[in-house]
């Protein structure tokens, strides 16, 4: 079996799990505000406020790192109980991330396009996928096996996936597994360049949808093969579920036959039935391919038990890799806050959107304010992550 630690979490909703969770069952979009990028161009984002972070003791301090690192200390006694209890050499280190340290090889680059040189403080590492992988084996002096995962928005779900894998394989015992990522200038501009982005905050399954609105964001758990914090309520990882579909390059496959392909290959693992999940966090984007497959792929799968379900990015913004970490962090957070409520004292996360029915989508359980349709115990949570080249994977937990 393998156990979560609490959460670490950083993101415009919430510099804890305590705001993120306020934040996502009462629908609070207030962090989301407007920002001009260095080409002129105006973009809603949810971006983490500076005023929140601090210098963070990376080798390379940007704020990318400065989000991750306000992430991880918030589970670092989780991190250092690890290391006693198991030993440096076995604990892995699993990252989802898609950044690549854009804050210094933009401005880098500028500046060798105009002086021939670059800045006497750049180096090409900082260009690598590794670094913010790296820091954390550097910063906790970790030696067992360090992974970065860039499979677009389902990264940090395959970063968590790696690290159970390589703690039931006996390579180790516990590893640090989550993702972070920044809606940095060239995230928001390239995004754009593909029309994903809405000129509105987005609005998933709505006949309204427009695109996406993107995020900062970071979330880590301390997973281990045993309940090392002897936790009175553990919550466990029952399964996952991958599949690529390589449908297209950036869109996916309309029939949404991978992304069901995943879910059920995760109930499969976790031996439960659709119906014995309480809540399933949707991957919900707000972009029309995406909404539409999904739809689909979740009908299939739970239309009949009419399980809960709701997209969080409205509230967080899509934090691309680190976005499956963070909604497991509030699927997490949905088991605790739920230990032994049932029908209306059950509080969910709740679908943020204009309500406007696209009657060309299955009609899905939305969790609307106060959803009447909840009739059992949350004991048992799905998460869907979907992502560019159909990297699909869904996560359950439970207690």
Sequence with gaps: MIYFSKPGVMSCAGTNIEELWNSVTTGNQSNIKKVTTCTNEEFFAARVNSAALKPSSARYDMRIMQIEEAALLQIEDSILKAKEIYGKDRIAVCVGSCDNGTEFSVAGHRKYFAQNAFPADYNLEIQGADYVSTFIAEKYDLTGPVNTFSTACSSSACAIIKGAELIMSGLVDAAIVGGIDIASDTTLVGFNGLEAVSSEITNPFSKNRHGITLGDGAAFFVIAKDNFENLENPVKLLGWGESSDAYHMTSPDPSGAGAEKAIRRALQMAKIEP??????????????????????????????????????????????????????????KTLIENIDKICNNVILPIQVWDKVKDDELPELNFVNEKNVNVNNKIKICASNSFAFGGANACLVIGL
């Design 275 to 332: 119906k014995d999940v309480g809540y399933l966090n949707l991957h919900g984007t707000g972009t029309k391919f995406n909404d539409s497959m999904e739809s689909k792929a979740v009908d299939s799968i739970f239309g009949e038990y009419k399980v809960p379900c709701s997209t969080t990015k409205a509230v967080t913004g899509h934090t691309l890799g680190a976005a499956a970490a963070l909604e497991l962090s509030i699927c997490y």
